[in-house]
């Protein structure tokens, strides 16, 4: 990443906040709910590129994370009597729990080997949460959970996921640009370098892996905000390779690039899919399109093409 | 009871379910050794398996309708539909695969899950949503008792049959080919094998070709004994996946105990706990992988 956001930058990003805070009082139902679904999946996107993207670390089974928090928050709110904010914490606690706890059985093996225990581990846990329907609900979900009544409006729902997603987003803008972050990408660029200067290589990952664990949590807590249900699928590999694609639309290595990734592949999919059924043919059209010739991303294209002649930094060959 | 348990585990019930068990494992394993020699040898994490292992059972019913549905059909399906399948994923590495093999394997992955998608679809668009079914060949249509009061299809044991078949045709292939030699050495450093004149290139689409052939192979054989439908290809390739990294990436006899594991824990598992049955399988692989990061047996590669 570059230094820091310039002047320009900045009067872009708050004038596109101003606009996302008005936004609702002109917008029909139906697109508040599919811009709050573009925050949560641009949240998730956003963390999974914490470890893909700058730590370099090949996490296949993100959404696991994503589908944990959700439980946990559906849970705690259906089951105890705890205060919302609690439920809504606990989602992202529990998913960075987990997150530590696959990573310390992961985080020793290198890289197509983590992702393969990675998914492994994930795929048990979907199986659990699929099966046991006593206390999950099974493959059925759990459906009309209740909120409390500021959020549990339609307009309510959006400007909470808009907030926290906001939040989050400058948290972890934050922990990049730290030291920590700095850190992460030297891992990234070259592990075996790192560990030859002092770097704990391994706890810097595990540290890395719970963030993105906690903030994938919080994207599951806010889709239970959003939609007030959470199902099975929400745990299902399928849906990481379609975390990772909108990783790879948006471009990755990109600190906004996720949340583009993410805006476009739900808007692609809502508008192909009112035309044809056939939209996964052109979301792998799509895919194959920016495989070859935006290697680097949406993001990353356009950035290429406004300073042509700074240098930048290039996804890794090889 | 412990000692009533003790007694179930060995009861009749389980001998039956272990060999209902084995062809399902049969299945699995034809599938999951096309992935493996692809991951060994490409090293591409092959997500668009499942989708051809889905169209060689469309395949299959398509082209035993042709030939009258009867014996005659399933033997010409058995023929043509995985030949199918691998013409179509000739055309796949030729225009795409052979130019993305120098970038993360990531790409690859994720070039592969855009396949799946498109072949998701085009299966979708050929054949319609509904339910297809393919009958049993009338030779194989009667049950053998092996075992009193559990009658077991004929056409199970047939597919316990061709599994070995298999897997010493594909042992052969790796080991006592010329092609399936130099992939081998490829697997291991492209640059040395292309230096000495030998085009890796066309020896990667062979090895890829032949590893979706199996794909669709295991398509056919699946077909008469379940019904061919949209989605079918979404279970299995999480099981094929994670059977290949149980054995170790590109170990062929790795592939056939990763998929005797995966199916007779699942088989077994249901017997022992009906609600949690699935869960057995991948609890299976995640003590495996604790134990053995890389896999059972060592990546041949």
């Known amino acids: 990443m570059d230094k820091g956001l310039s002047g320009r930058a900045w009067g872009v990003g708050i004038a596109a906040v101003a606009i996302l805070f008005i936004l609702p009082a002109f917008l029909p139902r139906f697109y508040i709910y599919l811009i709050s679904l573009i925050f949560v999946y641009g949240l998730l996107a956003t963390s999974l590129n914490v470890v893909l993207g700058y730590g370099g670390v090949f996490q296949f089974h993100h959404c696991v994370f994503y589908g944990l928090g959700a439980y946990a928050t559906a849970l705690f709110l259906t089951k105890t009597g705890v205060p919302f904010v609690v439920s809504f914490i606990a989602g992202g606690v529990a998913a960075a729990v987990l997150s530590f706890l696959m990573g310390i059985i992961t985080v020793r093996l290198s890289k197509l080997y983590f992702g393969m225990l990675q998914i492994s581990l994930g795929s048990l846990v ?160 799509v895919m194959i399109f920016v495989i070859f010739f935006l290697p680097d991303g949406v993001l990353g294209y356009i950035q290429q093409k406004l300073k042509p002649a700074k240098g930048r930094v290039v996804a890794k060959e090889g | 009871m412990p000692v009533d348990a003790a007694w179930v585990l060995f009861s009749e019930k389980v001998l039956s379910q272990i060999l209902v068990g084995l062809s399902r494992t049969t299945i699995l394993f034809i599938v999951a050794s096309g992935m493996s020699l692809i991951l060994g040898v490409l090293r591409i994490p092959n997500v668009a398996h499942g989708s051809l292992y889905m169209i060689g059972a469309f395949m299959a019913y398509s082209v035993s309708r042709l030939f009258g549905g009867g014996s005659q059909g399933f033997w010409m399906a058995l023929l043509l539909a995985p030949l199918g399948v691998a013409v179509l994923s000739f055309i796949a590495e030729r225009a795409l695969f052979q130019h993305l093999y120098k970038r993360e394997h990531l790409m690859l992955l994720l070039l592969t899950f855009a396949l799946s998608l498109i072949f998701g679809d085009l299966t979708k668009l050929v054949w319609g949503a509904e339910y297809k079914s393919v009958p049993v060949p009338q030779i194989f249509q009667g049950f053998v008792t092996i075992i009193a009061g559990f009658p077991l299809p004929l056409y199970n044991l047939f597919l316990l049959a061709v599994g070995p078949v298999v897997a010493v045709s594909l042992w052969l292939f790796v080991n006592k080919t010329k092609i399936g030699k130099i992939s081998r050495a490829a697997a291991v450093d492209r640059e040395m094998v292309s230096a000495v004149g030998i085009n890796v290139s066309l020896v990667f689409a062979v090895v890829f070709v032949v590893g979706c052939f199996l794909a669709g192979l295991g398509g056919v054989l699946v077909a008469p004994t379940v019904s061919v439908t949209l989605g079918m290809d979404h279970t299995l390739i999480m099981e094929a996946f994670l059977i290949v990294i149980m054995g170790g990436l590109g170990n062929i006899w790795g592939a056939l105990i990763g998929a005797l594991i995966f199916g007779l824990s699942q088989s077994l598992g249901i017997l022992i706990w009906p609600q949690f049955g699935i869960i057995f399988p991948y609890l299976a692989v995640v003590i495996v992988l604790m134990i053995k990061p890389t896999g059972l047996l060592k990546s041949t590669w």
């Open chain 1, 126 to 285: 979907w199986a659990i949460v699929y099966r046991w329907y006593a206390f999950t609900g099974g493959d059925d979900g759990i459906h009309g959970i209740s909120l409390p009544d500021i959020i549990s409006s339609q307009k309510g729902a959006y400007y909470f996921t808009l907030s926290v997603t906001l939040i989050s987003l400058f948290i972890i803008y934050k922990i990049i640009k730290s030291p920590f972050g700095s850190v992460l990408q030297g891992i990234r660029d070259n592990p075996v370098r790192s560990g030859m200067v002092g770097i704990n290589v391994k706890r810097h990952i595990l540290v890395a892996l719970m963030i993105a664990g906690f903030f994938g949590g919080v994207a599951g807590s806010l889709f239970v905000v959003v939609d007030k249900t959470v199902f099975p699928d929400m745990l299902f590999w399928t849906l990481s390779l379609e975390v990772l694609i909108m990783c790879l639309i948006g471009g990755w290595f990109n600190f906004f690039g996720p949340m583009l990734g993410a805006a476009i592949v739900i808007a692609l999919r809502t508008f192909v899919s009112g035309y044809t059924v056939y939209w996964a043919l052109v979301y792998g059209i």
